[in-house]
Protein backbone atom coordinates (compact mmCIF):
# COMPACT_ATOMS: atom_id res chain seq x y z
CA UNK A 1 0.00 0.00 0.00
CA UNK A 2 0.99 3.46 -1.05
CA UNK A 3 0.59 6.56 0.70
CA UNK A 4 0.87 10.28 -0.50
CA UNK A 5 0.87 13.25 0.92
CA UNK A 6 0.91 16.71 -0.71
CA UNK A 7 1.43 19.93 0.68
CA UNK A 8 2.62 23.52 -0.12
CA UNK A 9 -0.47 25.05 -1.48
CA UNK A 10 -2.03 28.03 -0.07
CA UNK A 11 -3.02 31.79 -0.99
CA UNK A 12 -1.54 33.16 -2.96
CA UNK A 13 -1.98 36.78 -5.55
CA UNK A 14 -2.13 36.68 -9.34
CA UNK A 15 1.13 36.18 -10.92
CA UNK A 16 2.77 34.82 -7.48
CA UNK A 17 4.43 30.95 -7.22
CA UNK A 18 4.14 28.08 -5.60
CA UNK A 19 5.55 24.64 -5.21
CA UNK A 20 4.03 21.43 -4.03
CA UNK A 21 5.16 18.69 -3.50
CA UNK A 22 4.11 14.86 -2.52
CA UNK A 23 6.01 12.36 -0.55
CA UNK A 24 4.73 8.77 -1.02
CA UNK A 25 5.43 6.49 1.40
CA UNK A 26 6.45 2.33 0.36
CA UNK A 27 8.79 0.98 -1.81
CA UNK A 28 9.66 1.29 -5.75
CA UNK A 29 8.80 4.91 -5.60
CA UNK A 30 11.56 5.76 -8.57
CA UNK A 31 9.96 3.01 -10.49
CA UNK A 32 6.38 5.06 -10.51
CA UNK A 33 5.04 7.60 -13.05
CA UNK A 34 3.62 10.30 -11.53
CA UNK A 35 0.89 12.43 -11.93
CA UNK A 36 -0.71 16.21 -10.66
CA UNK A 37 -4.50 16.62 -10.96
CA UNK A 38 -6.47 19.44 -10.32
CA UNK A 39 -10.31 19.96 -9.14
CA UNK A 40 -11.84 23.13 -9.18
CA UNK A 41 -15.32 23.70 -7.06
CA UNK A 42 -18.03 21.93 -9.64
CA UNK A 43 -16.01 21.02 -11.97
CA UNK A 44 -14.47 17.59 -12.75
CA UNK A 45 -10.31 16.31 -12.39
CA UNK A 46 -8.26 17.81 -14.48
CA UNK A 47 -4.85 16.49 -15.53
CA UNK A 48 -2.13 19.33 -15.51
CA UNK A 49 1.21 17.56 -15.91
CA UNK A 50 3.10 14.04 -14.86
CA UNK A 51 6.13 12.82 -14.84
CA UNK A 52 7.15 9.07 -15.59
CA UNK A 53 9.92 6.94 -13.90
CA UNK A 54 12.95 8.24 -15.91
CA UNK A 55 12.03 12.19 -15.43
CA UNK A 56 10.59 12.59 -18.40
CA UNK A 57 7.90 15.39 -18.01
CA UNK A 58 3.81 14.20 -19.99
CA UNK A 59 1.76 17.72 -21.00
CA UNK A 60 -1.15 18.04 -22.33
CA UNK A 61 0.20 21.28 -24.10
CA UNK A 62 -2.53 23.38 -22.42
CA UNK A 63 -2.20 26.82 -20.86
CA UNK A 64 -0.28 25.27 -18.33
CA UNK A 65 2.84 24.53 -20.38
CA UNK A 66 5.62 27.07 -19.66
CA UNK A 67 4.22 27.52 -16.12
CA UNK A 68 3.95 24.79 -14.98
CA UNK A 69 6.72 22.47 -14.33
CA UNK A 70 7.20 18.82 -12.81
CA UNK A 71 10.26 17.25 -11.26
CA UNK A 72 11.25 14.78 -9.06
CA UNK A 73 13.73 13.18 -6.19
CA UNK A 74 13.97 9.86 -6.15
CA UNK A 75 15.77 10.02 -2.86
CA UNK A 76 12.87 11.93 -1.23
CA UNK A 77 10.22 9.79 -2.21
CA UNK A 78 8.92 13.30 -3.41
CA UNK A 79 7.56 14.69 -6.60
CA UNK A 80 7.13 18.58 -7.02
CA UNK A 81 4.69 20.68 -8.93
CA UNK A 82 6.40 24.76 -9.83
CA UNK A 83 3.23 26.68 -10.73
CA UNK A 84 4.66 30.22 -11.78
CA UNK A 85 2.62 33.48 -12.98
CA UNK A 86 -0.54 31.70 -11.23
CA UNK A 87 -3.73 33.32 -12.41
CA UNK A 88 -7.50 33.13 -10.44
CA UNK A 89 -7.98 30.17 -13.20
CA UNK A 90 -5.62 27.81 -11.24
CA UNK A 91 -7.66 28.06 -8.12
CA UNK A 92 -8.28 24.20 -7.10
CA UNK A 93 -7.65 21.08 -5.03
CA UNK A 94 -4.44 19.83 -6.47
CA UNK A 95 -3.85 16.10 -5.93
CA UNK A 96 -0.94 13.73 -7.11
CA UNK A 97 -1.40 10.51 -8.01
CA UNK A 98 0.39 7.18 -9.25
CA UNK A 99 -0.27 5.57 -12.64
CA UNK A 100 -1.15 2.26 -12.60
CA UNK A 101 1.11 1.75 -15.74
CA UNK A 102 -1.66 1.63 -18.19
CA UNK A 103 -3.60 3.49 -19.99
CA UNK A 104 -3.63 7.20 -20.82
CA UNK A 105 -1.97 9.25 -18.99
CA UNK A 106 -4.45 12.26 -19.12
CA UNK A 107 -7.01 10.22 -17.82
CA UNK A 108 -7.55 9.55 -13.60
CA UNK A 109 -9.23 6.01 -14.44
CA UNK A 110 -5.31 5.16 -15.11
CA UNK A 111 -4.03 6.51 -11.70
CA UNK A 112 -4.17 4.10 -8.77
CA UNK A 113 -2.95 5.75 -5.50
CA UNK A 114 -4.44 9.36 -4.62
CA UNK A 115 -3.59 11.99 -1.78
CA UNK A 116 -5.85 13.92 -0.12
CA UNK A 117 -4.94 16.90 -1.93
CA UNK A 118 -3.87 20.29 -1.51
CA UNK A 119 -5.70 23.70 -1.83
CA UNK A 120 -4.21 26.49 -4.16
CA UNK A 121 -6.44 29.61 -4.23
CA UNK A 122 -5.43 32.22 -6.66
CA UNK A 123 -6.57 35.68 -5.57
CA UNK A 124 -7.33 38.69 -8.41
Known amino acids: QVQLVESGGGLVQAGGSLRLSCVAS????????LGWFRQAPGKGREFVVA????????TTGDSEKGRFSISRDNAKNTVYLQMNSLKPEDTALYYC?????????????????WGQGTQVTVSS
Open 51 to 58: IDWSGDTI
Open 26 to 33: GRGFANYA
Open 97 to 113: AIYYGSGSYYSDKSYVY
